[in-house]
């Protein structure tokens, strides 16, 4: 059997190496390194492990904006101005990421922890509005500071900091004030301060007193919004404590197959029923499909139920592991009056993941999230995926 290389290609003609050193009038190379480079990306056997890469994990962003006549990103910045202000968010099906600010690439240089490859504002433009920011805590002095990370203690599981964070999240809605982010906050890494949590979260709620951060008077904050009362403006659920002042008080237990009573109890601090569906251990791809598809045809769309349906799994040596085609595969096999209309808010690894169809091109789950609202109507009939791009 061959044994293929990532980076193995077929040899460069001796005429190539030679049109590669050769010197111009002026002493520099005659375009060196795009020729080779040209040479070794149109070798057979570099095409054909680049398309086994993606059968593996779909078509990203990062491969769909290279090359001429390779399919690009659907952009999505103002999808909500489409609904009517009186629309309960709650009713809403929100595409999301898990882990939004763990970005890294996932090709070469491979970064460990990274679900995503998009920055948060290329995650927006494509239409996500639902992230998820995990945090540390960085002392020093009597100050706290706040770093997006993934996981605890974790060696190279840093990313950038809350307030660069939140600055793409301002900029975003300042070019698009008809829309809104959720965003789901916790802090994963105390990083030895657990017994100061109230001058941490005193922290927190200071540095998002900077920002557009949705608020109301009362108890309205802790009932479900309608979209026209959260356009422009970052709505939280807050998975800490209710020590934390910004946002909803919103929290589950780990890996559950459906938590249909979050904590604290829908009453007081949260006036809003909400089932999480966030099974990421012990379960399999198909299993996790079952899983979220059940999840959302159980729980109905009513106006005052939060429904968090996560579509990714515990990551594996090679990243993320996700239900994206699988998932994508189900709900374009059925025509648009047979499909959920009902999906909840969706955090996803990779969102940016498409794959090519045999009637609307490239689709990935993103747009049909965001066409769910509208009764699917840019892709109403029954669709198969390219059996190539697994």
């Known amino acids: 059997m061959e044994k293929t290389a990532l980076i193995d290609c077929d040899p460069i003609p001796a005429d190539a190496r030679d049109r590669a050193t050769r010197r111009g009038t002026e002493g520099r190379p005659a375009a060196s390194a795009n020729l080779v480079k040209d040479w070794i990306n149109a070798s057979p056997r570099m095409v054909a492990q680049r398309q086994r890469i993606r059968n593996l994990f779909g078509e990203s962003a990062q491969w769909r ?18 609904l009517p202000n009186q629309t309960s968010i709650f009713d809403i099906n929100l595409p999301g990421t898990h882990d939004s600010a763990a970005i890294g690439s996932r090709w070469w240089p491979f970064h460990l922890w990274s679900l995503q490859d998009r920055s948060l504002t290329e995650q927006l433009n494509d239409g996500v509005r639902l992230l998820d920011i995990r945090l540390k805590v960085n002392p020093s002095g009597n100050a706290y500071y706040f770093v997006t990370c993934h996981g605890k203690g974790l060696k190279g599981a840093e990313y950038q900091t809350l307030e660069s964070a939140l600055d793409e999240c301002r900029a975003f809605l300042d070019s698009n004030p008809s829309e809104f982010i959720a965003m789901l906050l916790k802090v994963e890494d105390f990083n030895g301060t657990d017994d100061d949590k109230t001058n941490v979260y005193g922290a927190l709620d ?28 970052i709505y939280i659920l807050n998975r800490q404590s209710p020590r934390l002042a910004t946002g909803v008080p919103f929290m589950w237990d780990h890996n559950t197959a459906g938590d249909s009573n979050p904590r604290p109890p829908s009453t007081g601090l949260r006036n809003f029923a909400g089932h999480v569906q966030d099974q990421h251990e012990g379960v399999g791809s198909a299993d996790k499909l079952k899983l979220f598809w059940r999840t959302a045809q159980n729980v109905p769309a009513n106006g005052t139920t939060l429904l968090l349906n996560f579509a990714s799994l515990s990551r594996t040596m090679f990243g993320g592991s996700y239900i994206n085609r ?23 690894d990779y969102e940016d993941r498409s794959y090519k169809t045999d009637l609307y091109g490239s689709v990935g789950l993103v747009d049909l999230i965001i066409g769910s609202n509208f009764a ?15």
């Open 65 to 82: 904006n290279t090359g001429a006549g390779v399919l690009q990103m659907k952009a999505h910045p103002d999808w909500l101005s489409r």
């Open 206 to 233: 200071t540095l998002f007193n900077n920002y557009a951060v949705f608020s109301s008077s009362g108890s309205a904050l802790h009932r479900a919004p309608d979209l026209g009362s959260v356009r422009g403006k």
């Open 326 to 348: 699988p998932l994508l595969e189900k709900l374009g096999g059925m025509n648009a009056s047979q499909r959920l209309s009902r999906l909840g808010w969706v955090p996803l």
């Open 376 to 390: 699917y109507q840019d892709h109403p009939s029954a669709f198969n995926l390219d059996p190539g791009e697994l």
